[in-house]
């Protein structure tokens, strides 16, 4: 069905991409450090909500027509950067010295809208896949499942080190200190964002 040897390496590479600091590990940190570990948890599912529509269309080769299109590209790009950048100054206006308790916390919807946005404006990742995929894929077996297969791999494996980073932002912030931890959290999710925004404009 597949070659080990191939998996193994496309495991492994998979594994350090994701461990790798980035746009979404960034929004994930932030979700985590304000919200806990089930926000980040959201944003990670619409960050592979994305990566899977990315993987899919690599693996029908319409990546290029992406890379052809540099003004459906650049669309895409900016409007998912001017976004974050709203929201993450949002986040820091509303982050205020004389505010020390939680606010309510957003709809659920809100952290996979976030996720969904931060990879979708990272267009680029859709050519990094289609680049990555021919190098671990053997001819001399069936190519759809070996993709079917690369792909589940590569979205589980991404989706769990994602959730983690969010847990260790989630404990990272109990050691904030007394009432202030509120306004800290604020000003470190909106930091976050506009993190991912700028590290996407350079993309």
Known sequence: MINY???TWFFITS???ALSPGPAVFLILGQGMKYGVRASMLGAV???IINT???VLSALGLSA???ANPIVFSILKWAGIGYLFYIGIRTLMAAKPGDM???AKPPGSRFLIDGIVTQAANPKAV???SAMLPQFVDLQKPVAVQITILGIACMATEYIILTAYGWFAQKGATFLPG???VLWQERIAGVSLIAVALILTKN
């Open 5 to 7: 040897d191939l998996f």
């Open 15 to 17: 594994f350090l991409m």
């Open 46 to 48: 619409g960050i592979e």
């Open 53 to 55: 529509s990315y993987f």
């Open 65 to 67: 027509v992406l890379a």
């Open 101 to 103: 308790i939680p606010k």
């Open 127 to 129: 050519i990094y896949f």
């Open 179 to 181: 009432p202030k931890a």
